[in-house]
C-alpha cells in the first residue's frame, strides 16, 4: 500500500529482478492502482529519463537490474492532514 500525506508526496522503491534461466529475458515492467489515479515512474541503470507508466528491457541469463519505481499520486486529500493509503499493484511480465 501507498502511503502519502502532505509532506510526503511520492513513494520510492527498488525491485530487484534477475533472470534465472539460461537465455535472454525480456522484461516488461507495469504499474496500476485502484483508483487509477498514481502516476508510475520506472528508472532503469543506464536509461536517459524515468519511463512514465511501463518499461522494457532485456535480461542476460544470470544478470540482477535494480528498478526504481517513484510513485505518485495525481490528487491530495482535500481535508485533514493524516495520511491516505492507497493500494497498488506493480506487474512483471517475462517473455
Known sequence: RLQTSWRRATANL??????????????????????ADQRFEFATPGAVAPQIGR????????????VACR???QSRPLFGLGARKTPFRISAHGA
Open 71 to 73: 510513485i505518485t499520486p
Open 55 to 66: 518499461t522494457s528491457f532485456m535480461l542476460t541469463p544470470g544478470q540482477t537490474m535494480h
Open 14 to 35: 527498488v525491485a530487484p529482478l534477475t533472470n534465472h534461466s539460461n537465455t535472454n529475458l525480456y522484461v516488461e515492467i507495469d504499474g496500476a492502482s485502484a483508483h
